[in-house]
C-alpha cells in the first residue's frame, strides 16, 4: 500500500466497511470501523427526520471524534490505516439534513474538533447506482432503514460528490463499481487493487471497475 492512511466513502449499503475489512487484511494494516450501532438517535432519525437530524449528527460528529482521536494517539501511522469512513462524512450529512442555522452551527464544531486530526491521504468513493443502492439496503434487512426516501440517498450522494470534488488535503479516488461484488475476489477487487497502485495523475480521478 503506497498510501497510509486511506478511507472508504459510500452511501448505505456500498460495501464500505467490507471493502475496508478485506483492504486492512490484504496489506495487513489497521482496521478502523465506524461505531454506528452505538448512535440511539439513528432509529429515531430514520423514523422522524426533522425532529432527531441535529441530534443524530451531533453524536455522529462526537462518536467519529472521539473513536479518531484514540486512534491518532495510538499512533495512526505505525502501520497502514484502513477506516470505512472519512473526517468529512459528518459535513456531509449534516449539509443535507440540517436547516441553514443548525448547519452553521455544526460547522463550527466540526472545525474546532477535527482541525488537529490527521486527514487521509486517500479518499476511496464506492459508487452504486441508486437502483443498486436500494437492493442492499433492502438485503442488509436493517428495519430502520428499509423506508429510507431514495430521494434524500440521492442528495446525499450528490453532496458527497460535491463534497469530495472539493477536497484539498486528500486525494480521491471515485470507483464506479457496477455490479461487481467486492466480497469476492473477482476482477472488480483485482482492479480495485490496480487503482490503488495506479499513480494519481491528479488529485481527483474517476474509474470503473
Known amino acids: 500500500m503506497k498510501y497510509g492512511y486511506v478511507a472508504l466513502e459510500g452511501l448505505i449499503g456500498a ?10 487484511a490484504h496489506f495487513q494494516g489497521r ?4 461505531e454506528f450501532e452505538d448512535n440511539p438517535f439513528l432509529p ?5 427526520p426533522g425532529r432527531y437530524a441535529f441530534s443524530v449528527e451531533l453524536s455522529f460528529l462526537a462518536q467519529r471524534y472521539h473513536q479518531l ?3 491518532t494517539e495510538q499512533d495512526l ?10 473526517l468529512g462524512k459528518s459535513l456531509v450529512f449534516a449539509k443535507v439534513t440540517l436547516p441553514e442555522d443548525e448547519y452553521a452551527l455544526f460547522l463550527d464544531l466540526y472545525t474546532i474538533m477535527y482541525g488537529d486530526l490527521p486527514a487521509p491521504e486517500l479518499v476511496v468513493y464506492l459508487h452504486l447506482n441508486m437502483d443498486l443502492v436500494r437492493e ?10 428499509q423506508d429510507i426516501d431514495v430521494n434524500y440517498l440521492e442528495r446525499l450522494q450528490e453532496r458527497y460528490l460535491d463534497h469530495l470534488q472539493k477536497l484539498t488535503r486528500s486525494q480521491v479516488l471515485v470507483v464506479d463499481i457496477g455490479e461487481h461484488d467486492l466480497r469476492e475476489d473477482g476482477p472488480g477487487w483485482q482492479r480495485l487493487l490496480e487503482l490503488l497502485d495506479e499513480e494519481p495523475p491528479s488529485p481527483h480521478r474517476i474509474r470503473t471497475i
Open 69 to 71: 482521536k484514540r486512534t
Open 136 to 145: 442492499r439496503i433492502r438485503m442488509r434487512g436493517r428495519a430502520y432503514e
Open 77 to 86: 501511522f505505525s502501520q497502514c490505516t484502513v477506516a470505512d469512513y472519512s
Open 15 to 24: 460495501g464500505k466497511t467490507t471493502v475496508a475489512r478485506r483492504l486492512a
Open 31 to 34: 482496521l478502523v470501523l465506524e
Open 44 to 48: 429515531r432519525f430514520y423514523a422522524d
